[in-house]
């Protein structure tokens, strides 16, 4: 079945400083979503992407889709105290959530 | 309003009981699901509803028994719980199974002693 790979588990970022997560998949994507998920919150929707090569921004945050529809990323820039949480990304016409990324920040 | 609101936040029991969760959407969506996320905070999906019928049905243990009476309600039922039940549930709606927004609820903690 569909499997979504996300990396890295764990990102520690200096406040200001920029990070990206990556989203795999094993087959291609009809579309990706990306969810935040606040510590001892549920996820909230942030965005999907449908289109090969997609890019999509909010604010200081930078999404991508790949143009074989099997990877995406998220990039932050000038990385904030509010930002702390856990970003997944889904394969969502499977339903299969990556295993997320946990950051931290340090102020 | 609370779109999507499960009942109880937190459920503590002990080994072998019967217990169920309740989940209600507010926002009209034809479609409802439950989630499972794990103390290394994975995601997984377990069932999934379109109007009503069963679209989605993981591998899940039989234990688990989902029931939905309307479109706006998805409740889960656990019978002989088990130690490894314990696990934050999540339910969740969209208006769609593929494609669009999920919709979360705040979760219910659940865990056996």
């Known amino acids: 079945g569909q499997q979504v790979m996300q990396i890295p588990q764990y990102q520690h970022v200096q406040e200001g400083e920029d990070f990206t997560t990556y989203c795999n998949s094993s087959t291609t994507l009809s579309n990706i979503q990306w969810y935040k998920q606040r510590p001892g919150g549920h996820p909230v929707f942030l965005i999907q992407l449908v289109k090969s090569g997609e890019v999509k921004k909010q604010k200081r945050l930078t999404f991508q889709f790949g143009e074989a529809k099997k990877n995406s990323s998220l990039h932050i820039t000038a990385t904030q105290t509010t930002d702390v949480g856990t970003y997944f990304c889904?394969?969502?016409?499977?339903?299969?959530f990556g295993a997320g990324t946990t950051v931290t920040v340090r102020a | 309003d609370t779109a999507v609101s499960q009942t109880p936040k937190y459920l503590v029991t002990q080994m072998g009981n019967d217990k169920s969760i309740k989940c209600e959407q507010n926002?009209?969506?034809?479609?409802m699901y439950w989630y499972k996320q794990d103390s290394k905070k994975f995601l997984k999906i377990m069932f999934s509803?379109?109007?009503?019928?069963?679209?989605i049905n993981e591998t899940v243990p039989n234990r688990f028994s989902p029931k939905s009476p309307d479109k706006a309600h998805l409740n889960l039922h656990i019978n002989s719980l088990e130690l490894g039940d314990s696990a934050v549930y999540f339910c969740?709606?969209?208006?769609?199974?593929?494609?669009?927004?999920?919709?979360f609820g705040p979760g219910t903690r659940l865990t056996v002693l």
């Open positions: 509803y379109n109007n009503k019928e069963l679209i």
């Open positions: 926002l009209g969506h034809d479609t």
């Open positions: 969740a709606s969209s208006q769609g199974l593929t494609a669009g927004e999920q919709f």
């Open positions: 889904a394969g969502r016409d499977k339903l299969s």
